[in-house]
């Protein structure tokens, strides 16, 4: 059984070439709509898009955003946030524009 990465690391080097390209082509596909930072839990925030170790949905912050908030003026208000934590709900904002305008409607929230 396979119980560490190194586990999995060993067992892939020993794979064929042509089983590990397969492999990696599946990996690459199942995260290329990856975002750091941000995270997605059923029982946290409806397993709507949040930053990480926080219960702050993305939507919430591009409709303050939306609404004129700076990020100097949401990391003032959110102590737990930082620069980094913003430029990563940007970036999901940014590529999920479409699924940020239902959830702000959904929440009657267009500050």
Known sequence: M???FDDIRE???HLPK???MRLLSLVALEVADAHP????Q???CGGKARV???RIPVWLLEALRRGGR???GLLADYPSLTAEDLA???NYARSHRMEMDEEIAANGDDS
């Open 18 to 20: 042509g089983d590990q």
């Open 2 to 4: 396979l119980n560490s």
């Open 88 to 90: 990563n709900a940007w």
């Open 42 to 44: 059923e029982d946290i």
């Open 70 to 72: 700076t990020d100097a």
């Open 52 to 54: 990480i170790r926080t």
């Open 11 to 13: 067992a892939v080097l």
């Open 37 to 40: 930072g941000i995270d997605f």
